[in-house]
């Protein structure tokens, strides 16, 4: 994960790119842990837990859903190369 993500990193700039990545990773498993144990509750009951459960794989599928349409508009931006020529 590291390696693609700072793959395009200049190197005077890895150093800084490699925590920004490393930051927003450990923020994006903290945050997701606290919606799944606010969506998951504290159940009373086997079929509540059931529900609970249910309902916690839901909200993940949907953020992993919404995190694969955001990456997919993301890379489908198409850049030139600052070191290319236009074609004449």
């Not at 590291?2 to 490699?18: D, K, V």
Request: aromatic share 4%.
């Amino acid at each position: 994960m590291m390696a693609s993500a700072t793959s395009e990193l200049p190197p005077e700039n890895f150093a800084t790119g490699s925590a920004v990545v490393n930051m927003l990773r450990q923020v994006g498993l903290a945050i997701g842990v606290a919606v799944l144990i606010a969506v998951l509750g504290t159940p009373i009951g086997t079929h509540a837990a059931l529900d609970a459960f249910d309902r916690s794989w839901l909200v993940i599928a949907a953020f992993a859903a919404a995190s694969a349409l955001a990456s997919l508009a993301i890379l489908g931006v198409r850049r030139p190369c600052p070191t290319q020529r236009p074609p004449a």
